[in-house]
Nanobody, 123 residues
Framework: QVQLVESGGGLVQAGDSLRLSCAAS????????MHWFRQSPGKEREFVAS????????YYADSVKGRGTISRDNAKNMVFLQLNSLEPDDTAVYYC????????????????WGQGTQVTVSS
């Protein structure tokens, strides 16, 4: 059974930083591109960042480019999202997702999803 479990969310102030983690189990982790998406109340789920199976290729949404860093540790089956200079607009539930294949921003082709971790940024 595949599980993706996010952690690291919380209530922070604008300008703070957070490091989100996603622990994967039940899959051959190094075969999967890993992604972070987020969803704010009343909005559609949106792409945040992705990393290829090797960690060598990363992509970012314009909204986090320059403030976010996605990374992975294939030895520990973990993927991370470091977010700096947090803004109230970053408030959302952040989801980890895995896709067997190349990275993509398409939500519909993700193979597995985590349950999400709430990030709330106060102004």
């Amino acid at each position: 059974q595949v599980q993706l479990v996010e952690s690291g969310g919380g209530l922070v102030q604008a300008g703070d930083s957070l490091r989100l983690s996603c622990a994967a189990s039940g899959l051959v982790f190094r075969e999967y591109a890993m992604h972070w998406f987020r969803q704010s109340p009343g909005k559609e789920r949106e792409f945040v960042a992705s990393v290829s199976w090797s960690g060598g290729t990363t992509y970012y949404a314009d909204s986090v480019k320059g403030r976010g860093t996605i990374s992975r540790d294939n030895a520990k089956n973990m993927v991370f999202l470091q977010l700096n200079s947090l803004e109230p607009d970053d408030t959302a539930v952040y989801y980890c997702a895995a896709r067997h294949g190349p990275t993509t921003q398409r939500i519909s082709v993700m193979d597995y999803w985590g349950q999400g971790t709430q990030v709330t940024v106060s102004s």
